[in-house]
């Protein structure tokens, strides 16, 4: 899904490329520098894991978080079998 909303981005921004901001996507093992990303003016997350350690370290770097309304979220991580298993989508 993430690999989708990359493409679709970049293929929007192929046709406005005068577009003042820049993306980043991070997928697996990649990164960012902290300190590259605390100079962002905001990042975007959408999280694999209910305890993304990403979103605590740039929280506390008070780095300006866009993130996924709570019933968004609720389906990115209770579908994807990433909280407890005593959820009712286990059962």
Request: charged share 15%.
């Amino acid at each position: 899904a993430y690999a989708t909303l990359r493409c679709a981005l970049y293929r929007f921004l192929e046709g406005i490329p005068q577009y003042p901001l820049n993306f980043y996507f991070l997928e697996g093992t990649e990164s960012v520098p902290y300190k590259k990303a605390a100079s962002f003016r905001a990042v975007a997350l959408l999280p694999q894991d209910h305890a993304l350690m990403s979103f605590f370290e740039l929280y506390s770097a008070n780095v300006p978080l866009l993130m996924p309304s709570a019933e968004w979220m609720y389906r990115l991580l209770y579908m994807r079998g990433q909280l407890s298993v005593g959820e009712r989508w286990y059962q």
